[in-house]
């Protein structure tokens, strides 16, 4: 709670700095006004410790008090740095002439070509309606201010650990690591180290960074933005996130047990979930038995999702399903499927490879992209055909007409 | 929807339209308690048999001088046109939202209104609806009803309508912008006295019996008629407890309920929800952000009505 109140108190002698309220005429009361951010609180997981392509990213918001001349010098800078802040399709960002900017080239496909995932936040669910009439809800997966930030190659690159999981050590050496950003922000947000990583790139620093394993031959330069375009609408993509933090929860809700009865004597045992073990030798209770616990907050992964539409003005992807894990406005990576038949096999089903590159013959794209079977709403109403049906033989007729034949 | 919440209180409605539909009222906080009339559409009748709370009689003053309850400072975009489109409006719950996401649907919402004509209509309008159905011999089906709710915002706003046929009650529940749906014709316009009426559910049959073959009614003015008509209920079981909240166009509760359900009635009532500012905060949109969303949809809807009137005359 200290803790709290000093963050708080800190954020509040900003408001302080930024108007001409005199500090006495603001209650202390203002404490008060915290809003509980629900974290993971599992028992026995060791501290988040930063894995050495990312670094410390939160730092303390003192008073600075800076005066109005200071704040006009650091908007001018960033400005000089990175462009003046903008909207582009949608997104607070700013209109930077990239520095690092490369010409991307497209490489030929081959088998197990492993190209860049992107970072995308899951702003909402709607429906979509098929041609023949079915409905069919769709998650708006929004491709936000995506840039490469640094590449790592195979020998550099340290898998992940895991307290369970062992890396098989075939994979090791044979996948570069691509770094990509989303969201450019304020640099003034973020640590000094921190920013320190995009400086190669000549990016502003971004507000999530993630690593994702590729082919060496689909390496993309520094700087290189992402979009929609990445994909192609009927792919089929893997999306993962962090999935609602549910707090420590009963059995019930949990793992989905049935609790006991409500009446016949039953007292107080309700909602527990009866027996967990047996006596005798084996007296204990086994490893991994489903227990009451921390719920959520864990990462999971929605594996063959197709891509009904593409709104390239904003980059939004409309995937199948309402279940991707993750809160609306949380971040989310969508990669392209490894579920078994869903997977290109063949040269002529080739995504873009490295990248989508756009080309100056073919003009800016329409700015929605359907999938055969998707109705568009500016499409005339769904109308079925009245078709005059042929009359059915029935099995006795037929077999009336072979009688009489063999007759 | 929802005009008579400023009146009836807030709380059991808020509970029984689960937060959803409330968010089209749009009420700034400030406005709630001083003037119930902000809820009322364009016609502004107030009720003149119950005058008892003084914010009412405040209400009734503001209009009798003229004033619009609707928008003080608010920017010049017609307030009252949220009543026509309530399902342009977000979703309430604020972690759910998302600015794109809502601008996004919006425009699908309107590129579906360019090829379907969707009328004005409230929970006690009586509607015609013909809609695309595979398993018909001619393709097609019409059905006649009330429309007994109207439910969720954006793509998937849903409307029930209610009828009953050869003494059986039939619902049929419709989403507002599904493709199949061919024809929306509104055979009479009219408003009741409830955010929902699923209670005629328990209500004898002559309550919710319309003729398929019913014609449109003539509209002479362009005020939206409020019928104050309230209805018997059957005896228990009821397919909900109506008596845990307060319906104001339910005439016999009273007479069906135990001792016991009476004593639960009163505890369940909360007379005092209609002063929590901070619950109205949360189960509203602000006035600027529903002028602007009204601004965005403007001019299409505009054009859109003057083309159906042209094709209508």
């Not at chain 1, 702003?123 to 309606?129: E, S």
């Not at chain 2, 107030?46 to 003229?66: C, I, N, T, Y």
């Not at chain 2, 050869?166 to 509104?186: A, T």
């Not at chain 2, 949109?285 to 002028?291: F, K, N, W």
Request: charged letters at 30%.
């Amino acid at each position: 709670m200290a803790a709290l109140r000093s963050r708080v108190l800190s954020v509040f002698q900003g408001i302080h700095a930024s108007s001409k309220i005199p500090l006495p005429l603001l209650d202390v009361r203002f404490e008060v006004c915290v809003t509980q951010v629900r974290g993971n609180r599992f028992l026995g997981i060791p501290k988040f410790r930063h894995p050495y392509w990312h670094l410390r990213k939160d730092r303390a918001h003192y008073a600075e008090n800076l005066t109005p001349e200071n704040k006009e010098f650091i908007r001018e800078t960033i400005a000089k740095d990175y462009g003046p802040p903008s909207v582009i399709s949608g997104v607070q960002t700013y209109d930077s002439p990239l520095k690092n900017i490369h010409k991307v080239e497209s490489i030929e496909w081959f088998p197990g070509v492993r190209r860049t995932s992107t970072i995308a936040k899951k702003i909402g669910i709607q429906p979509l309606w098929l041609k023949d009439g079915t409905r069919v809800m769709a998650s708006l997966l929004h491709i936000a201010d995506n840039h490469v930030i640094r590449y790592n190659p195979p020998e550099q690159v340290i898998p992940m650990r895991h307290r369970k999981k062992v890396v098989p050590q075939k994979t090791l050496g044979k996948f570069g690591a691509l770094i990509v950003g989303a969201e450019s922000a304020d640099p003034q947000e973020f640590t000094k180290e921190y920013c320190g990583l995009f400086k190669e790139s000549g990016l502003p620093p971004k507000r999530k960074l993630a690593r994702f394993l590729i082919s060496p031959q689909a390496v993309l330069p520094a700087g290189t933005p992402l979009n929609a375009l990445h994909y192609r609408v009927g792919d089929y993509v893997d999306v993962t996130g962090q999935t609602i933090q549910r707090g420590f929860q009963g059995v019930m809700k949990r793992w989905g047990f049935k609790g006991l009865r409500a009446t016949h004597g039953v007292t107080k045992s309700h909602r527990r979930p009866g027996n967990i073990g047996a006596g005798g030798n084996k007296a204990r209770v086994w490893p991994g038995k489903k227990m009451p616990g921390f719920m959520g907050g864990r990462y999971r992964t929605l594996r063959g999702l197709q891509i009904l539409r593409i709104n390239t003005e904003y980059n939004v992807l409309y995937v199948i399903g309402q279940n991707i894990p993750g809160q609306i406005n949380s971040y989310v990576y969508v990669h392209d499927s490894l579920c078994r038949h869903r997977w290109v096999t063949e040269a002529k089903d080739a995504r873009p490879l490295p990248t989508y590159i756009p080309k100056d013959s073919e003009g800016s794209p329409p700015e929605n992209l359907y999938a055969p079977d998707v109705h568009r709403f500016d499409d005339p109403t769904i109308t079925f055909e009245i078709v005059d049906t042929p009359v059915v033989r029935t099995g006795a007729k037929i077999a009336k007409a072979k009688g009489s034949k063999a007759k | 929807m929802a005009f008579y919440i400023g009146r009836l209180g807030f709380g059991p409605e808020l509970r029984l339209l689960g937060c959803k539909t409330m968010r089209c009222l749009g009420a700034d906080s400030r406005n709630v308690v001083t003037s119930p009339a902000m809820f009322l559409p364009r016609s502004t009748t107030m009720d003149s048999k119950a005058e008892g709370s003084a914010e009412k009689r405040v209400g009734a003053k503001k209009l009798s001088k003229g004033t619009s309850p609707l928008s003080i400072d608010s920017p010049t975009a017609d307030l009252n046109m949220r009543y026509k489109y309530p399902e342009m409006f977000p979703e309430p719950f604020m972690i759910w939202r998302n600015p794109l996401k809502e601008k996004l649907e919006r425009k699908d919402m309107l590129s579906r209104r360019s090829r379907i004509y969707i009328p004005e209509f409230y929970v006690g309008s009586v509607l015609r609806v013909t809609l695309s159905n595979f398993h018909q011999p001619d393709k097609t089906s019409t059905f006649v009803g009330i429309c007994i709710q109207r439910e969720e915002c954006g793509l998937k706003a849903t409307f029930i309508l209610r009828n009953v046929i050869d003494n059986l009650g039939v619902e049929i529940k419709l989403e507002l912008y599904d493709p199949r749906l061919q024809k929306i014709e509104v055979l009479r316009l009219e408003r009741r006295l409830d955010t929902h009426l699923r209670y005629l559910r328990d209500c004898p049959p002559e309550y919710s019996t319309f003729p398929l073959d019913m014609k449109a009614e003539i509209r002479r003015t362009d005020e939206v008629p409020l019928n104050r008509m309230k209805v018997r209920l059957n005896p228990r079981p009821w397919t909900e407890w109506w008596h845990k909240y307060d319906y104001k166009g339910i005439e016999n509760l009273t007479e069906h309920i135990s001792d016991k359900m009476k004593k639960r009635r009163q505890i369940l009532a909360k007379p005092w929800e209609k002063y929590d500012l901070m619950k109205t905060y949360r189960a509203t949109l602000p006035e600027e952000d529903m002028a602007e969303i009204l601004e965005e949809i403007k001019e299409d809807v505009e054009n859109h009505e003057q083309k159906h009137k042209r094709r209508g005359a």
